[in-house]
């Protein structure tokens, strides 16, 4: 799986801890983990300027149109 922009082990601010990786994996639902990791794909690819949410909402809509007919 993606690695997390910061580093899990390192609080996300002084007040604030982020969940570990594997405490994660642990506890989420195998669907849960599913949509984690595609939150956190798209985030990557949306920040890192390979496609625009609007290019994604694209693609999306396409999917969909072609699998709910």
Known sequence: MATALTNSR?????DKE???????VER?????????TV???????????IYSPDEFELQFRQFAQKHLK
């Open 10 to 14: 390192k609080p996300e601010s002084k």
């Open 18 to 24: 982020l969940i570990g990786f594997e405490d994660a």
């Open 28 to 36: 989420l639902s195998r669907d849960d983990r599913f949509r984690a």
């Open 39 to 49: 939150y956190a794909m798209n985030t990557l690819l949306v920040q890192k300027g």
